[in-house]
């Protein structure tokens, strides 16, 4: 296991990460709403993520770490902890490749996700809910196969993958009607999605502003840029699940650099931007993925009048369990 | 208002229609999905028509019809009776082209139906839930606006909209891998969907089979098929609320001259179908849209190996009542 901590990855980078992915990935379709533009006062355009075959934006950091091994490396295959989309991405990358896929799941994760990981050939080991349980049983893991680690977020390979988006993104507004955008906004949890679209835009369309939208009840991203350090939550709580987790080394390095403004929005906000994106747009997609219109529509002028790229990062979601259902 | 009883339209009204409705339309996305490919053993191709902007393809015939009156009639506007997507969507093509549009709609219809069609401009006039009042209040409203009346399907203007469909999934799969379809399959409830695909598929892929799908609660069509005349029932109750209406004159021409077979589904089989089609296509459909799926499902024989084109008819919900939610 190489450490990557702190390779930043560069432009060319997610350039190379798109013509190795390009075979693997989708070119998500960018989805638009008259109602939605009516109500927000903003031109939006929706890339949609969860139209992914796995569902998540994730597939795209997962295929370039899997697609860039060598050959050695390549047949002791890839190993992760996670017990949400990357776990499902990474499989469904490994298993495109044929090559193996370890992950290592909290036993409290939910069947569905354990079921999804192994549709897709990952093998699933299980830990306890602790992060000293989950440390200790990776550690065994990886050493039995040797799999190279491949971190959620916090991996250059991961981060040039994910730049790929924003790339796709632009390319297809242009192609749309030759223009721009004002603003791209994307959730925050880890930091993966915002790193790549940072990564990109700064270069490719250094003007456009990247507002970063997080839960208020786990705005540790919120709280580590106001306060120019990162600071990690220990535990915190809401229904946007996939933004749990903190922010790490190179992520802020991103984060720190170039994004413009982290705002939040709270449960019911984010729950009821959600509901209205089902509606609307009739696309099912996570809680996380609701948070950047719940920041739109409760921050108005500032996105009035704006040309907005809204990142649509995932669409696995508990059919059983809709949160305006109680 | 005209009598359009049997004026059949041509393929060249489907092609006039596209060339009409294409600034008013959207060419949706064709989604696949490894996982429903690998359940069915089929190569299917969902051409997603819930996407549309009123959220069902009904906008195609209904901008056909908007857009192809003369400004003298223009001006009076257009009027229908309905309380599904067809209501929806004449009042937003009506929007779009700045003329009145007169929905008469059961007092009983939900409210979020009535909101939909004001929201877009659409005039509601209430009737009791009866046949003898909705042609009552329906006479009315016609005489006061002299509004074109524009049926849901019996009506060769929508009807040469809706093929419209097909010719662009053909297209669009031509693009993808210059191929073609063995079978496209759609639900049937009027029959204006099946019919436009009908007019299109017999001149530009004759070789395509069309399979109709339908609930086996409201079967009539495939009754109809069978027998070689309209079998109209009396009150089918499906959860496929859009697939509860008969077949008239126009649509069986079409229905007995090209469609190969129609299949059907149990209400489970359709909820089951639904509940998939959300889950690993990442798209809120009606349940009148999996039935398709569920005939497919049902049917494997004789999909399997083929290539199937499944038109995803509309995706305007109840989201709060789920019927997998008990």
Known sequence: MKDHAMQIPTYEDM????ERIRPHIRRTL??????????????????CENLQEPGAFKVRGASNAVFGLDDDQAKLGVATHSSGNHALCLSYAAGRRGIPCNVVMPRTAPQAKKDAVRRYGGRVTECEPSTTSREEVFAKVQAETGGEFVHPYNDPRVIAGQGTCS?????????????GLDIVTAPIGGGGMISGTCLTLSTL????????AEPE??????????????????????????????????TWHFVSSHVSDILTASEDEIVEAMKITWKYLRIVMEPSCAVPLAIILKNKDRFAGKRVGVVVTG????????????
Do not use: C
């Open 15 to 18: 350039l190379a990460a798109h």
């Open 30 to 47: 960018v989805l638009t709403s008259d109602y939605l533009d009516e109500i927000t006062g903003a031109q939006l355009f929706f890339k």
């Open 167 to 179: 790339k796709e993104l632009m390319e297809q507004i242009a192609e749309r009607d030759g223009g």
């Open 205 to 212: 369309a250094p003007d456009t502003q990247i507002i970063a």
């Open 217 to 250: 009840q786990a705005d540790d991203a919120m709280r580590s840029f106001r306060a120019g350090h990162i600071i990690a939550d220990d535990a915190p709580d809401t229904i946007a699940d996939g933004l749990k987790v903190p922010l790490k080394d190179l």
């Open 315 to 326: 669409g696995n979601v508990d059919l059983d369990r809709l949160p305006w259902i109680k």
